[in-house]
């Protein structure tokens, strides 16, 4: 199609990072907490708004956490069932598990709502690229080279 370009979905991204998970055996890593902290199961949700557990910012320091910005496309690497490949669209800056990949779009590039469908369109690709013994996982470099036909910003708009 014409202005379309093949890329991956890294070439589309100013950064492409996982999350982690804040001992649970520190209380005070999760009481009080104000930073939603987003799991993988949760990605069902499509777009999110609110999480159902948040860290405290001892919790994002004390761990492998990172912060993303709002409207990142996000990718459950792994999970139970058909959890593996689902995608979100955070709507609010929030921390993830470290078997979330979030793509934080680079907006000069893609809009981060059509990556979301493309995505969500390709999710039989996406499930063929688990790997593993009994529970199959996606990884993050997988993920980062996952092609994508890109069409001009406008048009993706």
């Known amino acids: 199609m014409k202005g379309w370009s093949d890329k991956t979905l890294q070439d589309l991204c100013i950064n492409v990072v996982s999350g982690g998970t804040p001992l649970r055996s520190v209380s005070e890593y999760y009481e009080n907490g104000t930073i939603p902290w987003l799991k993988t199961g949760e990605v069902k949700k499509s777009f999110i ?74 999710y039989s690709n996406l499930i063929n690229l688990k790997l593993g013994g009994s529970q199959q996982n996606l990884n993050a470099q997988t993920l980062r080279s996952f092609p994508i036909k890109v069409p001009p910003l406008k048009t993706q708009e």
């Open 49 to 122: 708004y609110e999480t159902e557990e948040k860290i405290t910012e001892r919790g994002l320091q004390g761990s492998a956490a990172k912060l993303i910005p709002a409207n990142c496309v996000i990718v459950a690497m792994y999970g139970d069932g058909d959890t593996a490949g689902n995608v979100a669209v955070n709507k609010i800056p929030l921390a993830t598990n470290q078997a979330c990949c979030n793509f934080v779009l680079d907006p000069s590039k893609a809009h981060y709502r059509f990556v979301y469908y493309y995505l969500k369109g390709n």
